[in-house]
T-cell receptor, first 114, second 114 residues
Framework: DTGVSQNPRHKITKRGQNVTFRCDPI?????LYWYRQTLGQGPEFLTY????????KSRLLSDRFSAERPKGSFSTLEIQRTEQGDSAMYLC????????????FGPGTRLTVL | AQSVTQLDSHVSVSEGTPVLLRCNYS??????LFWYVQHPNKGLQLLLK??????LVKGINGFEAEFKKSETSFHLTKPSAHMSDAAEYFC????????????FGRGTSLIVHP
């Protein structure tokens, strides 16, 4: 399968713990996005990479959140000191160059913070 | 700046009747517009996209959308609903001259009755 993959698919953690999610984009895509989606809402932008450079980060994003894409391939999203409000589906998407290029989404990682 | 408004949070139709999901956008530049579908527990999938070519865009599964610049609209239609169309639909805008960060609408839930 050559689509976008995300691991793990589900994560349950206790408040205050750190969690890390991984996204493997489609190999020839240079752009990678992270979104958060809660029930009944559309995906909310978190951050965006072009190759290995993190070009944008949402102003709403707490400094407990950090993302990397060290070699311009896979990416990780880390949440430190998780809070119950972090419970959501975390989506990763990749896209090839070009403004009109659509995004290809992974299945998401569902985070539950107890 | 760009934004998108999905005018209905829920649309309910009977199987075999037409579907209309409404989307209005705002952008400072020429927009690219997309419709994505999200079935329960599945990732987002592109239905169709508009990229300044033909204003009537045909997508997968019999869906189509018409770009109307004068009305700043990009409504999604289908002549005859099928039970399998029941899902969440997202309208997305991205604009030239800005960053490559698409803006999602909050979604419209399509309910199809037998």
């Amino acid at each position: 399968d050559t689509g976008v993959s995300q691991n793990p698919r589900h994560k349950i953690t206790k408040r205050g713990q750190n969690v890390t999610f991984r996204c493997d984009p489609i190999s020839e895509h240079n752009r990678l996005y992270w979104y958060r989606q809660t029930l009944g809402q559309g995906p909310e932008f978190l951050t965006y990479f072009q190759n290995e450079a993190q070009l944008e980060k949402s102003r709403l994003l707490s400094d407990r959140f950090s993302a990397e894409r060290p070699k311009g391939s896979f990416s990780t999203l880390e949440i430190q000191r998780t809070e119950q409000g972090d419970s959501a589906m975390y989506l990763c998407a990749s896209s090839p160059p070009g403004l009109a290029s659509e995004q290809f989404f992974g299945p998401g990682t569902r985070l539950t913070v107890l | 700046a760009q934004s998108v408004t999905q005018l209905d949070s829920h649309v309910s139709v009977s199987e075999g009747t037409p579907v209309l999901l409404r989307c209005n956008y705002s952008s400072s530049y020429s927009p690219s517009l997309f419709w994505y579908v999200q079935h329960p527990n599945k990732g987002l999938q592109l239905l169709l996209k508009y990229t300044s070519a033909a204003t009537l865009v045909k997508g997968i599964n019999g869906f189509e959308a018409e770009f109307k610049k004068s009305e700043t609209s990009f409504h999604l239609t289908k002549p005859s609903a099928h039970m399998s169309d029941a899902a969440e639909y997202f309208c997305v805008v991205n604009t030239s001259g800005g960053s490559y960060i698409p803006t999602f609408g909050r979604g419209t839930s399509l309910i199809v009755h037998p």
